[in-house]
T-cell receptor, first 115, second 114 residues
Framework: GAVVSQHPSRVICKSGTSVKIECRSL??????MFWYRQFPKQSLMLMAT?????????EQGVEKDKFLINHASLTLSTLTVTSAHPEDSSFYIC???????????FGEGSRLTVL | AQTVTQSQPEMSVQEAETVTLSCTYDTSESNYYLFWYKQPPSRQMILVIRQEAYKQQNATENRFSVNFQKAAKSFSLKISDSQLGDTAMYFCAFMKLNNNDMRFGAGTRLTVKP
């Protein structure tokens, strides 16, 4: 099946710094990508929908200025957590919608720890 | 808004036996997709099975099958001949036909015991 890669898989940063997480569709074009957040032992919560070449659509309650999403190409979306705080520590997962089939594929996830 | 409910936070089953995970959902849509995803300790989301709402026939994928009751808005997953590798979190998910953002249930932690 199609492959979606997230990088980094784990990141530790200091409070107040910004962290960028990349989501790449390796062997297909993705017009739409989705970013989810998952707390320990909880479900995936949709944060935002990222469309190539346009602004992301954020879910209610998600701070746009804190979680910056950029989808500059058909194979790459990035999530930047700005001025990270310990409460931003979580597991972030992206999914990508294959352009021609509409199927969704998930990345491996990125664990963010803010000290 | 669509909601997905998984009422069983944890379940266990003996190896080689059968287990059923329940899922209900709420939507006003007539056409949509339903999914079961497996999330093992690696946290990678793995698609187990997918059902199109317009298809009456229940989807089957090897040892995994669903009981899709559209009128009741129920979508249960049956795992036959359970294997130790089936131990994982299982998420039921809903997706509208024209909007690919996926909504997940709270998950069921399944443990297969030897």
């Amino acid at each position: 099946g199609a492959v979606v890669s997230q990088h980094p898989s784990r990141v530790i940063c200091k409070s107040g710094t910004s962290v960028k997480i990349e989501c790449r569709s390796l062997d297909f074009q993705a017009t739409t990508m989705f970013w989810y957040r998952q707390f320990p032992k909880q479900s995936l919560m949709l944060m935002a929908t990222s469309n190539e070449g346009s602004k992301a659509t954020y879910e209610q309650g998600v701070e746009k200025d804190k979680f910056l999403i950029n989808h500059a190409s058909l194979t790459l979306s990035t999530l930047t957590v700005t001025s990270a705080h310990p409460e931003d520590s979580s597991f972030y997962i992206c999914s990508a919608r294959q352009y021609n089939t509409g199927e969704l594929f998930f990345g491996e996830g990125s664990r963010l720890t803010v000290l | 808004a669509q909601t997905v409910t998984q009422s069983q936070p944890e379940m266990s089953v003996q190896e080689a036996e059968t287990v059923t995970l329940s899922c209900t959902y709420d939507t006003s849509e007539s056409n949509y997709y339903l999914f079961w995803y497996k999330q093992p300790p690696s946290r990678q989301m793995i698609l187990v099975i997918r059902q199109e709402a317009y298809k009456q026939q229940n989807a089957t994928e090897n040892r995994f099958s669903v009981n899709f009751q559209k009128a009741a808005k129920s979508f249960s997953l049956k795992i036959s001949d359970s294997q130790l590798g089936d131990t994982a979190m299982y998420f039921c998910a809903f997706m509208k036909l024209n909007n690919n953002d996926m909504r997940f249930g709270a998950g069921t932690r399944l443990t297969v015991k030897p």
